[in-house]
């Protein structure tokens, strides 16, 4: 917002100040608009919050029911199906802003995510070190396709630069915390948990940051 030269309000007429006052106020939010569009952001905020910790919860119960030493155990299917759908609710969350085929083809992508993370531990499990190594290098490759799509989404807010490394980001910390567990170092698979917990909560915010700018009407009641 530009500073106004305080000096000039001396040659305004006074009552021609006040008119231009009493209009700025008659047009201005009222307190319970200002207070509904905050509570609007606030809720936006939350909500995205909760999308994205449903995803490392989600994904932290998978790689504890599948990284066993022998078979994985019985809760992995239905692990991985609430997984899966919770890409879909992510996808679902940006449909209303980018349309329905925005929200369908990151789902896509994040499903890929999921998937390919699954065939990481299987091959790490099966001790296969050329397949863990190709099936990493297509996960952070898929990363790279995911923050792409959103920085061209919204470039303004959400920077190539800036949206692969917290894609980067999430999956080193995600791969930490699934050798960890793999190895049954469980105070260090623990420890990576928290660092993914705290770094899915910065991307969240990010992204809910980025839709709040890019569509301010949206939420201004």
């Given amino acids: 917002m530009s500073r106004r030269n305080l000096g000039t309000l001396a040659l305004i007429p006074a009552a021609a100040l006040v008119a231009v006052l009493a209009g700025a106020l008659a047009t201005a939010p009222s307190h319970a608009d200002a207070h509904g569009a905050t509570a609007t952001r606030t809720a936006f905020h939350d909500t995205m919050r ?9 994904t932290r119960q998978f790689i504890v029911s ?29 449909k209303p802003f980018y349309g329905d085929a925005a929200g369908d083809a990151l789902t896509d992508l994040l499903e890929e995510h999921i998937l390919t993370a699954a065939d990481i531990i299987a091959a790490a499990k099966a001790g296969d070190g050329e397949a863990v190594e190709a099936e990493v290098a297509k996960w952070y490759a898929n990363a790279d396709e995911i923050a792409t799509f959103l920085s061209e989404a919204n470039p303004r807010n ?55 700018a890019q569509f301010p009407s949206r939420f201004a009641r």
């Fill in 50 to 58: 909760k999308l994205w910790e449903d995803h490392i919860v989600w």
């Fill in 66 to 94: 599948a990284a066993t030493e022998d078979e994985n155990l019985p809760d992995t299917e239905a692990t991985v199906a609430r997984l899966l759908a919770n890409q879909t609710d992510i996808g679902n969350a940006i």
């Fill in 158 to 212: 959400w920077p190539l630069g800036e949206m692969k490394a917290h894609m980067k980001s999430h999956l080193d910390l995600t791969l930490e915390e699934a050798l960890a567990r793999l190895e049954s170092r469980y105070a260090d698979d623990i420890a990576a948990y928290d660092k993914v917990h705290k770094d899915i909560l910065e991307m969240a915010d990010m992204l809910s940051a980025g839709i709040i």
